[in-house]
């Protein structure tokens, strides 16, 4: 099956659609000559409403972590972005978003990923993307520290941007000193900046 017949797919997908309280609209995007991986969480209300990945606060912050414009960003020829649940999960009683849906990694990712030849790096935003492709039982933030570890394998795990990121680097400067500048220079290298 070609990427586009499978991507026609992924988006008419309802696997999970009784769960989800605003209905399914998958939010993926890819070509086969990208060659930096996005694999995030799960798309906000707002994502869910434009069809736009990372179109949020959150996807701001990853922009600036990253040094890059939304034009560069938002050009799948070079960035697929990935997410581990592909539609909005709902509102979690206790505050913020409910957890990605457990249905759409195992059924879409290592088919989408297969169509992705060119990958030099891959960034695993937040713990679930981390718990997955990691496999292992890592906080986030060790998952992180040891990013020069996970970078031989062509990953590099970050933690998920959102508001309640701040407080989190402040408590971590190493990830300002030491993860950003190679994020950075990986990503200025891979995408030919």
Not at 3 to 24: F, H, I, M, S, W
Not at 90 to 100: A, L, Q, V, W
Not at 143 to 164: C, E, T, Y
Request: one cysteine or more.
């Amino acid at each position: 099956m070609s990427l586009n017949a499978l991507l026609k797919e992924v988006r008419a997908c309802t696997l999970c659609a009784d769960q989800l309280p605003l209905g399914p609209r998958p939010v993926v995007r890819m070509t086969q000559s990208a060659r930096l991986l996005i694999i995030g969480q799960a798309p906000g209300t707002k994502v869910h409403e434009t069809g736009i990945p990372w179109n949020d606060p959150s996807g701001q912050r990853l922009r600036d972590w990253m040094q890059i414009d939304p034009d560069l960003f938002y050009d799948d020829r070079k960035i697929a972005i990935m997410p581990m649940g592909f539609c909005y999960p709902g509102r979690n009683p206790k505050g913020g978003d409910m957890p990605p849906r457990p249905e759409c990694a195992p059924t879409w990712h290592d088919r989408l990923r297969a169509h992705l030849p060119h990958l030099s790096l891959t960034l695993l935003v937040g713990s679930y993307a981390q718990r997955r492709y990691l496999g292992q039982k890592q906080t986030m933030t060790q998952a992180v520290w040891d990013f020069q570890h996970h970078l031989k394998a062509g990953i590099l795990p970050l933690p998920h941007p959102s508001w309640r990121t701040v407080a989190w680097q402040r408590k971590n400067p190493w990830f300002d000193t030491d993860v950003l500048p190679q994020l950075r220079e990986r990503v200025q290298r891979i995408l030919e900046i």
